[in-house]
Nanobody, 118 residues
Framework: QVQLVESGGGLVQAGGSLRLSCAAS????????MAWYRQAPGSQREMVAT???????DYSDSVKGRFTISRDNTKNTVYLEMSSLKPEDTAVYYC????????????WGQGTQVTVSS
């Protein structure tokens, strides 16, 4: 089993910055992709950023240039640096891990609230 614990959410003014962290524990495997998703009230969960085991990132168009995803494989931790935050970034942010090898599985964290005030 894999456990994901997010931290770092909170309230910030528009234009500000926040850093989210997600620590993975358990059988995370040698190869896994990790990602951040978010879900605003009344909206579907959407992908924000992904990162492969090797560190290759990808971003949604809505956050490109403002958010940076990174990971520390020695700590089994993924980060999301968010800057130039906008009120529309307000959402619950979820950490996601897709275990690739050995074994396969999809795992979610419990979510952390990010609120951006105008």
């Amino acid at each position: 089993q894999v456990q994901l614990v997010e931290s770092g959410g909170g309230l910030v003014q528009a234009g500000g910055s926040l850093r989210l962290s997600c620590a993975a524990s358990g059988s995370t495997g040698s190869k896994s992709n990790m990602a951040w998703y978010r879900q605003a009230p009344g909206s579907q969960r959407e992908m924000v950023a992904t990162i492969t085991t090797g560190g290759s990132p990808d971003y949604s168009d809505s956050v490109k240039g403002r958010f940076t995803i990174s990971r520390d494989n020695t700590k089994n931790t993924v980060y999301l640096e968010m800057s130039s935050l906008k009120p529309e970034d307000t959402a619950v942010y979820y950490c996601y891990l897709r275990k690739i090898w050995p074994g396969r599985g999809d795992y979610w964290g419990q979510g952390t609230q990010v609120t951006v005030s105008s």
